[in-house]
């Protein structure tokens, strides 16, 4: 009686149980359907505010890390007190700007592009899915990309330093790199994405990539060139 009630409890009574699909998720999948703005709205703002404040906690203990080991002590009477304690303060204007930056432009701006791409490429019944899927990822990735690539940068810069001599050295030194880690970590991802993932975990695997992904970009942002 014990297994039947776990076997029962596993797959639910109802011809419509989804294997490893609880409630909940059946719960925020409805939300996304009938709320799409909303919910990205939500999601990307949480997540490029997060990977922010990832981002800043990454870079301390790196250059905590880069300090101890550069520190070379002199004489046997060195104490711990000879070195002060580095404390990790957030910055939070930083924080807020990605953050608004992923509710503002990015949940509204992808959820109509991505609608809209969904409409005009619809998977081909003769011709498979493969050849809908690369042309959305080619569109998506050599037409959409650098205009938004460029549009971060610029929006990043300005809200630094409002000059327009800072605005073209950000766009000039940092998006030619950023846009060849863009190709090289999103098309893979994308591939894996339509091809592999079952489409009860695009979501949640679509979400762990654009953290890590927005980590690349808050990097690329807070980096400072020789020009500055």
Known sequence: ??????????????????????????????????????????????????????????????????SSTNSVPVGNNMKNSDHPKQVLKYDLRSMKLMTLWGTV???????????WLENRFPPCSIAGPTKSILKKTLIDQFL?????????????????????????NEITTKLPKVYVADCLFWIPIQAI??????PTWRVLYIGLMTFVWTNVLCFARSYKTNKE
């Open 105 to 115: 432009v990015i949940a509204p701006l992808f959820t109509q592009w991505y609608h």
């Open 1 to 66: 009686m014990a297994i039947e009630r776990l076997v029962r409890r596993i797959l639910g009574r109802g011809r419509r149980r989804h294997f490893f699909v609880t409630p909940s998720v059946r719960t925020v999948r409805k939300l996304f359907d009938r709320y799409p703005t909303s919910m990205n709205i939500f999601c990307y703002g949480t997540l490029y505010g997060t990977a922010d404040l990832s981002q800043q906690t990454i870079q301390h203990h790196y250059k905590k890390s880069v």
């Open 144 to 168: 959409f990309t650098p205009p938004l690539l460029c549009l971060f940068f610029s929006i990043m810069a300005a809200a630094e330093v409002a000059t327009w001599a800072n605005v073209k």
């Open 193 to 198: 994405n339509f091809w592999k993932v079952p």
